[in-house]
């Protein structure tokens, strides 16, 4: 029912010579792909990245946008001007905006529905630290931060939102949460999201995992009912060990 999705978030990666080449050794290892295939790219790759695609199953992402459509924000971008750079994807919220950037719910929420009613389809990064785990309060922070992320968009319009479940204690950490943990808290998100927009909504919506998932773990993690694609780091700077992951 939910076709699954699989982005790479390349994080502070790649000149765009380099991006450039990554994409073209892509292509041919995904163009059969079953799933959505997301490069999330630094912004001065967006033309070179946008170019090699062009007529490709491979879509364009970005990794932060902000609220405003214009005005004194130096260095942010805009939803037009990302949609200008042939962008369609962005991701929102991730843990490393959080923790370095001064991200907070509040303005997750914000540039999310700025991306969504701007046309583009928003990857909303939610999940919680490892002492948060360890005292019990993981159902209670990612309810929280899917309910608030959401806050002021329409069921109708969830259909351009993808969740993406990062646990912050398995980023970038080789921990990855066992696939039944994973599986376990995607579904209460599936959850907060029925309670805040209905049942179909919370059906149709797609939720991705996104600590850790590599060619070794996908299988595992894809197989379980509520996990719908991954956001994909470290795996998805060399095409090879993306093409694993998409290829699941």
Same mark, same amino acid.
């Given at each position: 029912?939910?076709?699954?999705i699989?982005?790479?978030?390349?994080?502070?990666?790649?000149?765009? =010579?380099?991006?450039?080449?990554?994409?073209?050794?892509l292509?041919?290892?995904? %163009?059969?792909a079953?799933?959505? *295939?997301?490069v999330?790219?630094?912004a001065?790759? #967006?033309?070179?990245?946008?170019?090699?695609i062009?007529?490709?199953?491979?879509?364009?992402? +970005?990794?932060? @946008?902000? #609220?405003?459509?214009k005005?004194?924000?130096?260095?942010?971008l805009s939803?037009?001007?990302? /949609?200008?750079?042939?962008?369609?994807?962005?991701i929102?919220?991730?843990?490393?905006?959080?923790?370095?950037?001064?991200?907070?719910?509040?303005? *997750?929420?914000?540039?999310? *529905?700025?991306?969504? %009613?701007?046309?583009?389809?928003?990857?909303?990064?939610?999940?919680?630290?490892?002492?948060?785990?360890? =005292?019990?309060?993981?159902?209670?922070l990612?309810?929280?931060?899917t309910?608030?992320?959401?806050?002021?968009?329409? =069921?109708?319009?969830?259909?351009?939102?993808v *969740?993406?479940?990062?646990?912050?204690?398995?980023?970038?950490?080789?921990l990855?949460?066992?696939?039944?943990?994973?599986?376990?808290?995607?579904?209460?998100?599936?959850?907060?999201i029925?309670?805040? #927009?209905?049942?179909?909504?919370?059906? /149709?919506?797609?939720?991705?995992?996104?600590?850790?998932? /590599?060619?070794?773990? @996908?299988?595992?993690?894809?197989?379980?009912?509520?996990?719908?694609?991954?956001?994909?780091?470290? =795996?998805?700077?060399?095409?090879a060990?993306? +093409?694993?992951v998409?290829?699941f």
């Open positions: 029912m939910r076709k699954p699989i982005a790479g978030n390349w994080k502070m990666n790649k000149t765009p =010579a380099e991006a450039a080449q990554l994409v073209t050794d292509i041919p290892l995904v %163009k059969d079953a799933c959505d *295939v997301v999330c790219t630094p001065v790759c #967006f033309a070179a990245v946008s170019e090699a062009k007529g490709t199953n491979i879509k364009l992402g +970005a990794q932060n @946008v902000h #609220f405003e459509a005005g004194a924000f130096t260095g942010e939803a037009d001007m990302l /949609k200008a750079s042939g962008c369609e994807y962005v929102i919220g991730h843990s490393e905006r959080r923790q370095y950037f001064g991200e907070t719910d509040k303005t *997750v929420n914000l540039r999310t *529905v700025a991306a969504v %009613k701007a046309g583009l389809k928003a990857i909303v990064c939610v999940g919680e630290m490892k002492d948060e785990r360890e =005292a019990g309060y993981t159902d209670i990612v309810t929280y931060q309910q608030m992320a959401l806050h002021g968009l329409t =069921a109708e319009e969830l259909d351009n939102v *969740v993406a479940y990062e646990p912050v204690w398995a980023i970038g950490t080789g990855t949460a066992t696939d039944e943990q994973a599986n376990e808290t995607i579904g209460v998100i599936r959850k907060a029925a309670a805040q #927009f209905g049942e179909e909504a919370a059906a /149709k919506i797609r939720i991705q995992y996104g600590g850790s998932m /590599k060619g070794r773990n @996908v299988k595992g993690l894809m197989a379980q009912p509520e996990i719908d694609g991954g956001l994909i780091g470290g =795996a998805s700077l060399k095409a060990d993306f +093409a694993q998409v290829n």
